[in-house]
């Protein structure tokens, strides 16, 4: 199985998570960790920057759907930014572009942040 | 020809031109898209725009007489894929009001919809051999008639649009296979992976959480719970977004049954029974789908709303289906993996049990003249905590001890061993044998949680004097039977070890002549089971006693054993079996 990586990086009061690699059954417990992480901290505005992820299955994509809810709930939000066409194929296919935000470039979705 | 004429004659010729150049524009147009609704949109705005009409739609053709409203201008936007059932749909231009005079019966629902909205004009888009549909306008703004130029000019748009529309359908079908392709191809791929990744684990928590992430990113939904069928009960093992779900739905035995006889999955709605609907829809709950091994319904997994509101597809339910057997099947593995483990290490515990208790009991008996000492301690299958003791103090002092702990396997012959130490240490030093048990009761007290307890009977024997002083502190009164056959049973003391701190014990004390014998022993013999589930009882061991006191202490014990035996006739018992004779013999 190929790697998956998470990293994290806090601008202010926006918690921008940077994955890659292959985010699936195998490596979802990870990525829920990192966001566990954040929620723990009551840090709700996230974005998942997906520039270097080269995989993504429904698994991985459960880990956005458990935390949604909560997030959106106290306030927060998970903004998606940078995903390769691969990626959103899979995003478009299971029907999560009506449900997330989704940006070109994670600056955008600062902005959006930074402007509500 | 004059002027005048001439004039209205160019403006004619303009005017055809400017409709033929637009009628050209949007044929240009429609070729180089085969998006459907740009299509659709342009139909519709081109003649509005030169014709200045109110509004339009169109409808097309889905299939045994329906059609739907595809596109829409200056009409609400909730009519935008209404669906009508029209058997008669016209292959001319159709001016309304005229042709519901055509028409047999004027009340079917889309001449009453036209009518309604205030819709005027149907003009047919017809392909080369069937309707595709209808362009339908509302009237002009100049309140105006439709005129026969107008009407042809919308003909011929139509007959231009007629094969964009149906390359455009055609293109639509074959995105929409493709995208039904694409979602079937990305299923597979999810229990594929997920297939993979729940064979390499046996961790039934890990099993849970990974069909939970499954369900959640492949169904679009964050509401869910499992349940798991344990024996005949059905147990929530898991639950996200959801609360106050019953915990065992056998509580409610609709439920129950509905659980166990589901076999496909199972949609809660508006028929479902109103006890089973109540208890599901409070908690958002609208798809009931079984986890099954071979025949039998082995979990449920209730899901919530999806969050996009669609409903369950066939493949939606296929694929919840073949992922929900699946997992149940890892969890059935990691269920038998955690049995084999837990009973190998039973019994790996047991032998550890049997070990520290076999070093427990004496190996070899003290020996003294005219006194024959036997003892012979039977385990059970499980190990109780059966325990007996000889220890020699000076030539003509012999402590016997009989006990019973309370419990089994390893923690039992702890306190055994703690019990024997104890013994071992006071025996020498405590003469008094209730002050010995006092002391006794009190280490056992202070080292024990209050549920674990001993019976327990010690004795000290001096050979000189022959006296047996003894103190039963609960435990099954041992038999004194003398030469001629009278009986004692010696029962004074106190209450068990370990129980409550501080007490006092009473001590007892019997004369022992020569020939006489003292039978101890613990409940494994009285209570030893037959195939009715009899016990052996007190009685029965009178019998043999009494009938073989005169014999030698070792007759007395086979005699009492085979008698145990003979009456179990194979009956698997579940205690420890201990028998101690002590038996003095005639001086010679």
Redesign the interface.
């Known amino acids: 199985m190929s790697g998956f990586e998470v990293e994290r990086r806090d601008k202010e009061n926006i918690s921008c998570l940077y994955v890659k690699g292959f985010l699936d059954a195998h490596t979802a417990p990870q990525f829920e960790e990192a966001i566990q992480n954040l929620v723990d901290e009551e840090r709700f505005k996230i974005i998942v920057n997906l520039c270097d992820l080269t995989y993504i299955s429904s698994a991985g994509l459960g880990v956005f759907m458990g935390f949604i809810e909560d997030i959106r709930s106290k306030g927060g939000d998970l903004k998606l930014s940078n995903m390769t066409s691969k990626v959103y194929k899979v995003f478009d296919l299971l029907g999560f572009p009506n449900l997330y935000e989704i940006y070109e470039d994670e600056n955008e979705a600062v902005d959006k942040y930074q402007k509500a | 020809m004059t002027d005048i004429d001439k004039k209205v004659k160019l403006k004619e010729i303009d005017e055809r031109l400017m409709e033929l150049s637009s009628l050209f524009e949007i044929s240009k147009l429609l070729s180089s898209t085969l998006n459907l609704q740009s299509v659709l949109n342009n139909i519709l705005l081109t003649p509005m725009g030169r014709m200045m009409i109110n509004k339009g739609l169109v409808l097309l053709d889905k299939g045994s007489n329906y059609y739907s409203i595809e596109a829409l201008k200056g009409l609400p936007h909730e009519f935008f894929g209404k669906t009508f059932q029209i058997e008669d749909i016209p292959n001319h231009p159709v001016f309304l009001p005229l042709f519901l005079n055509e028409v047999e019966n004027n009340t079917k629902p889309y001449i009453d919809f036209l009518k309604q909205q205030n819709l005027k004009l149907i003009i047919p888009i017809n392909s080369s051999n069937k309707i595709l549909g209808a362009l339908v306008f509302g009237g002009k703004l100049s309140g105006l008639d439709y005129s026969e130029k107008e009407i042809d000019y919308l003909l011929s748009l139509s007959n231009i649009s007629a094969t964009a529309i149906s390359n455009s359908v055609m293109f639509q079908e074959i995105d929409s296979v493709n ?1 039904k392709l ?2 079937t191809n ?2 597979l ?2 229990l594929f ?2 297939g ?2 729940l064979n390499s684990t046996l961790d039934a928590a890990k099993i849970l ?2 069909l ?7 169904m ?3 509401k869910y719970a499992i349940y798991l069928k344990s024996e005949d009960r059905f147990e929530l093992k898991d639950s ?2 959801l609360r106050d779900l019953p915990d065992c739905p056998q509580d409610v035995p609709d439920i129950y049954s509905l659980f166990k006889e589901l076999r496909i999955p199972y949609e809660v709605d508006a028929e479902t029974d109103d006890e089973i609907r109540e208890c599901f829809i409070e908690n958002n709950i609208n798809l009931l789908v079984p986890m099954m091994i071979q025949d039998e319904t082995k979990g449920v997994i209730c899901l919530g709303d999806r ?2 509101k ?1 409903p369950y597809s066939e493949f939606d339910r296929e694929f919840l289906n073949t992922l929900a057997n699946q997992a149940m099947i890892s969890l059935e593995n990691a269920r038998l993996f955690k049995e084999t483990v837990e009973k190998q290490k039973m019994e790996e515990e047991l032998a550890v049990a049997t070990e520290i208790q076999n070093n427990l009991l004496p190996k070899r008996f003290p020996e003294f003249d005219n006194l024959e000492l036997e003892a012979v301690n039977i385990p059970s299958k499980y190990v109780g905590g059966d325990y007996y003791d000889f220890i020699k103090l000076d030539n003509d002092i012999l402590v016997t001890v009989i006990a019973d702990v309370s419990g089994k396997g390893v923690p039992a012959s702890l306190l055994m061993a703690n019990l024997q130490a104890s013994i071992r240490a006071l025996a020498g030093e405590i003469e008094d044998s209730a002050v010995l048990t006092a002391k006794v009761n009190d280490i056992i007290y202070d080292n024990t949680a209050s549920d674990k307890f001993i019976t327990f009977f010690y004795s000290r024997f001096d050979k000189s004097t022959g006296e047996l002083e003894y103190c039963n502190a609960g435990h099954n009164h041992p038999v004194v039977i003398n030469r001629d056959g009278s009986l004692k049973y010696l029962d004074e003391g106190g209450l068990i070890l370990g129980m409550l701190p501080d007490l006092t014990y009473k001590k007892g004390l019997v004369k022992l002549n020569p020939g006489d014998t003292v039978i101890m022993y613990t409940d494994g013999v009285t209570e030893a089971l037959n195939h009715e589930e009899e016990e052996f009882e007190e009685t029965r061991l009178m019998e043999v006693i009494e009938k073989e006191y005169k014999s030698p202490a070792s007759i007395i014990e086979s005699s009492i054993i085979t008698a145990v035996y003979d009456f179990a006739d194979g009956y698997p018992q579940s205690d420890d079996l201990t028998l101690v004779i002590l038996k003095l013999l005639d001086d010679e």
Not at chain 2, 212 to 218: R, V
């Open positions: 995208r694409d979602q990305q299923g791929n999810t992976e997920i993979t990744e959480k990974l939970g992430f499954a369900l959640m990113g492949q679009l939904i964050n996200k977004g969050i996009n669609s």
